[in-house]
């Protein structure tokens, strides 16, 4: 499994981004993909969560109407978008996949729960 995250930078309050996963190694719809975050001297914190092959999303609680989590599972790419983007959400995004667990547990793990995650793409957001 091979995960590379791209798309952060630098944005200010209110601006959008989208991230992209390109994956490798493994096929899409077997497992369960999705996305964590950390900021700086914090743990991790679950983003979002989607199985592909039913269709389940789910987000964290601060992120819920302002992520969309979704795949192009004929390209192997994973992304986020991120509309809305405040302070609080700067961190490093990391995209992560675990096989065999559905999403309802792997967001209670809090980010914890993933099998396999990449190195991840810094979100600032700042005025």
């Known amino acids: 499994v091979q995960l590379q995250a791209s798309g952060g930078g630098l944005v200010q309050p209110g601006d959008f981004l989208r991230l992209s996963c390109a994956a490798s190694g493994f096929t899409f719809d077997e497992y369960t993909l999705g996305w964590f975050r950390q900021a700086p001297g914090k743990g991790r914190e679950a983003v979002s969560c989607?199985?592909?092959?039913?269709?389940?999303?789910r987000y964290g609680d601060s992120m819920q109407d302002r992520f969309t989590v979704f795949s192009d599972n004929s390209k192997n790419i994973l992304y986020l978008q991120m509309n809305s983007l405040k302070p609080e959400d700067t961190a490093v995004y990391h995209c992560?996949?675990?096989?065999?667990?559905?999403?309802?547990?792997?967001?209670?793990?809090?980010?914890?729960?993933?099998?396999?995650w990449g190195k991840g793409t810094l979100v600032t957001v700042s005025s």
């Open positions: 989607i199985t592909t092959n039913n269709g389940d999303t």
């Open positions: 992560a996949v675990v096989q065999g667990i559905r999403c309802s547990i792997v967001m209670a793990g809090r980010g914890y729960a993933w099998g396999s």
